[in-house]
């Protein structure tokens, strides 16, 4: 089984920038598709971004859009969320997973399709 640990989260003002990164660890990262989610309190989990296993493929939640970019180096075992112009409604624990896909394209935004999670990391946006 793959081992992620994301890191990067913090505290920042509204308008800032953020790097997430997730680590994986135990098997290559390259065999899995890795989504980004997030859960604000009292909220349920939500989907934020995914990215192919081969890179080609992603896909953002609407809410993110034009903000945040997903991206993975599968040489390190490393997949990244660029969260840019972030917003205090960004504020949430985000978690990075890993989806074991036969094919090297195509993504998923079901939580339940990811078969590895990390144990999240906390952002939180101030105004």
């Known amino acids: 089984q793959v081992q992620l640990v994301e890191s990067g989260g913090g505290l920042v003002q509204a308008g800032g920038s953020l790097r997430l990164s997730c680590a994986a660890s135990?098997?290559?990262?390259?065999?899995?598709?890795v989504g980004w989610f997030r859960q604000a309190p009292g909220k349920e989990r939500e989907f934020v971004s995914a990215i192919s296993r081969n890179g080609g493929d992603t896909t953002y939640a609407e809410s993110v859009k034009g903000r945040f970019s997903v991206s993975r180096d599968n040489a390190k075992n490393m997949a990244y969320l660029q969260m840019n112009n972030l917003k205090p409604e960004d504020t949430a624990v985000y978690y990075c997973?890993?989806?074991?896909?036969?094919?090297?394209?195509?993504?998923?935004?079901?939580?339940?399709?990811?078969?590895?999670w990390g144990q999240g990391t906390q952002v939180t946006v101030f105004s």
């Open positions: 997973a890993a989806d074991r896909r036969k094919w090297p394209v195509g993504v998923t935004t079901k939580d339940t399709e990811f078969d590895y």
């Open positions: 135990g098997r290559t990262l390259s065999n899995y598709a």
